[in-house]
């Protein structure tokens, strides 16, 4: 069995990575909770792999859950925990696009690296064997205050009312618009 040493670069203004080491027999589930672990994390939210080219260019889509409505879908679903590394990514210089929280979207560019022939049989895969950066802290809105600044953006006063843009008074305005 080999073990397959991965970059997981985050997308961001910042050189953010964290290597892992991980058995190719794996699945993308394991792959899955120790980049969420290794990034600080609460891996309360939806995430998905996306087997990639040279280009980044988004391909089949490995998922945390079948949530195929349609059985009879051309495509067939990958599912994380069903799905083993070594299935998808089997050579160093493959590609793998890896999103976590479709709301706030942590990006991450994922690259094979390394095949390593042995395994360490003291060690427990996967693993992070080194990292670089932290994830910027963001300010966390409450639910509330994320709908009141939706509705701020959208031209809406604090108070509720509609946006003015003093263009209509009223029906009479319009007709005479016209």
């Given amino acids: 069995m080999s073990i397959y040493k ?7 203004d910042e050189v953010i990575f964290r290597n892992i080491e991980i058995k190719s027999v794996q699945n993308f589930d394991d792959f899955h909770e ?15 792999f996306y087997i990639s080219n040279d280009d980044w260019e988004k391909g089949q889509e490995i ?21 083993s590394i070594n299935s998808q990514v089997n050579c160093v210089g493959g590609h793998v696009l890896y999103s976590y929280d479709f709301l706030n979207m942590h990006n991450f560019f994922i690259e094979l690296v390394e095949i390593k022939v042995k395994e360490d049989t003291t060690s427990f895969y996967p693993k992070v064997v080194s990292s670089q950066g932290e994830i ?18 959208a031209g ?3 108070d509720g009312d509609e946006p003015n843009d003093d ?12």
């Fill in 6 to 12: 991965f970059k997981v670069l985050l997308e961001s």
């Fill in 34 to 48: 120790i980049i969420v672990a290794a990034f600080g994390f609460d891996n309360s939210q939806m995430a998905s």
């Fill in 63 to 83: 998922t945390l859950f079948d949530m195929q409505i349609e059985e009879d879908q051309q495509e067939k679903v990958l599912v994380m925990d069903k799905t």
């Fill in 136 to 153: 910027p802290v963001k300010v966390e809105l409450s639910e509330e205050e994320m709908a009141s600044e939706l509705l701020k953006d």
């Fill in 156 to 158: 809406f006063s604090e």
């Fill in 167 to 178: 263009m209509f008074e009223g029906f009479d305005d319009f007709n005479d618009y016209q």
